[in-house]
């Protein structure tokens, strides 16, 4: 067996609501518990040596959720890191963040601008959250300033990869996209970073997503033949 271990892994954290529905509590509750869950893949993921893991938590399309799972969503992060960020220095993870999180309330914007600071010298994996992130908003906005840098003459010549400095992850190509909860969709995550991510939906609702979970999509990967359009990898 090839032991290649995905060196950046993009999961769309799905399915909160339901493992609350199905345990007769209610939505918010499978919120939080999907957010003790981050603690525990982000840490298997250091271990293990996954130099990126990035958590989609909130989508540009979840503003049209009802206020009151909202305002629970805005403060989620400073109960997370109220707990969490010292162990999370600890172990070496650096924190940072995609999406314009900056529209979310201002106390939970320092919140999460805070750990980004903190952590920002730890060399381990690095656990970027996506907080009111979009895909197509993503690359709506660095077309944008792509063209206004080019008219400048900032940018001499438009290819891919000028494209790909403007976007907002540090990331380029995600090689391991994993949707929990059952729904085989993307739902405007990454849109550009997954052209040639492995897609792995798996049936468990994120708060039961666990260590083991993420290792049978590690195994998963490792027998998956990656081509990039050239032919069968016959080593
Ligand atoms: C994912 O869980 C978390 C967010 C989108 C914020 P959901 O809240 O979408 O849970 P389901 O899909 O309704 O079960
Ligand atoms: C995607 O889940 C967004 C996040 C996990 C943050 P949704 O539950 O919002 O996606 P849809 O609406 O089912 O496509
Ligand atoms: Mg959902």
Redesign the pocket.
């Known amino acids: 067996m090839k032991r290649e271990i995905p060196a950046n892994i993009a999961i ?3 399915g909160n609501g339901r493992w609350a529905k199905a345990k007769g509590l209610p939505r918010t509750k499978g919120h939080l518990q999907g957010s003790e869950n981050i603690r525990i893949i982000a840490k298997e993921a250091n271990k293990l040596g996954i130099k990126n893991l990035i958590l ?4 540009t ?2 503003w049209a959720r009802p206020e009151e799972e909202k305002n629970y969503l805005f403060q989620l992060p400073k109960l997370f890191f109220g707990k969490y960020i010292d162990e999370l220095k600890r172990e070496n993870i650096r924190v940072s963040a995609i999406g314009e999180y900056e529209k979310f309330p201002a106390s939970t914007v320092s919140v999460i601008n805070k750990a980004i600071e903190e952590t920002k010298n730890c060399t381990g994996c690095n656990l970027c959250l996506a907080v009111n992130y979009g895909g197509r908003r993503e690359i709506m906005l660095a077309a944008k300033q792509m063209a206004e840098d080019y008219k400048k003459g900032i940018v001499e010549e438009i290819n891919e990869d000028c494209l790909s400095d403007y976007l907002m992850t540090e990331v380029k190509d995600v090689d391991l996209l994993i949707r929990t909860s059952g ?1 085989v ?1 993307v ?1 405007n ?1 990454l849109l550009w970073q997954i052209a040639y991510a492995e897609m792995m939906f798996v049936d468990c609702a994120w708060p039961d997503f666990s260590v083991e979970e993420l290792h049978k999509c590690l195994e998963a990967y490792q027998y998956r033949d990656r081509r990039f359009g050239g032919l069968k990898n016959e080593n």
């Open positions: 769309i954290m799905d989609y938590a909130f989508s399309e979840n729904e969709r739902s995550f």
